[in-house]
């Protein structure tokens, strides 16, 4: 494995932090449009998910590479005559968000979160024994 | 006739290492949720027990030589074996050892400060 740089213990906490609040905000995304049938482009809302990498080979951290739609499953079909968005027999077009998927991943999110806030836990046990040398 | 290195000087280079460690696991867990990702280890306890058995200054040169990547450990649907149960546990054990290693060094520098004092 080539090391091409290692940071410090409290960056890759932070880039570990930074990259599973965007996790939050991209999982309220898709479940605040649970049953968008609008978009821009002209069908259904397709759910968002992050594109991750580590850093560039080194001991530095996760990167956020984008953050993109859910190409791999298919939009969820409803019978609801009435909708103002259905065909000529009754069927609309809903999202492809699952809810107890992104309840899911939102759990996992926030224990990553968690995890990466412990690392800057310790690592500050670790700098206060350093700063003690001081005294 | 060769000085015999300071115990301040195995002390430091343990503290180097243990401080590398500590980055290697806090990047394990920033990766959990990285596809394809497997987790680091760092090893130098080997290496300095080496240099202090033979008498010679340790040398933990290059970080490269110390970080070794997984091969054989059972992976998640994504491709990744970080298990964060077992990285919080490094991580403190890795902090124990460091705070070890710290507190250490600064009776080694006390015994000195002492040693200085009492000539006088």
């Known amino acids: 494995m080539e090391i091409r740089g290692i940071s410090n213990p409290i960056d890759i906490a932070i880039s570990g932090l930074r990259v599973e609040s965007t996790r939050m905000n991209v999982i309220a995304e898709n479940i605040a449009n649970a049953s968008t049938t609008r978009t821009p482009s002209g069908e259904p809302y397709r759910r968002q998910d992050l594109l991750l990498s580590t850093s560039d080979g080194g001991i530095s951290g996760v990167r956020l590479e984008d953050v993109v739609a859910d190409r791999a499953t298919d939009f969820r079909t409803v019978h609801q005559p009435g909708h103002p968005d259905a065909d000529a027999n009754g069927f609309v077009q809903m999202p492809n968000v699952e809810l107890p998927m992104e309840m899911m991943n939102l759990v996992s999110a926030s224990r990553a979160y968690e995890a990466n806030a412990a690392v800057m836990k310790q690592y500050k046990e670790m700098m206060e024994v350093a700063i003690e040398l001081l005294r | ?120």
């Open chain 2, 1 to 120: 006739m060769v000085n015999k290195p300071q115990m301040s000087e195995y002390l430091e280079a343990a503290l180097r290492g243990a401080a590398l460690r500590q980055s290697v696991l806090a990047n394990n867990i920033a990766n959990m949720n990285t596809p394809g990702f497997r987790r680091g280890e760092a090893k130098f306890e080997k290496l300095l027990s080496e240099a202090m058995d033979g008498g010679k200054a340790p040398e933990l040169a290059d970080p490269a030589e110390l970080i070794a990547e997984s091969r054989n450990t059972p992976v998640d649907f994504q491709g990744n074996d970080v298990d964060l149960e077992m990285e919080v546990g490094e991580m403190i054990k890795n902090t124990a050892l460091y705070k070890t290693y710290m507190r250490l060094l600064g009776g080694a520098y006390r015994k000195m400060e002492l040693a200085m004092r009492d000539n006088i």
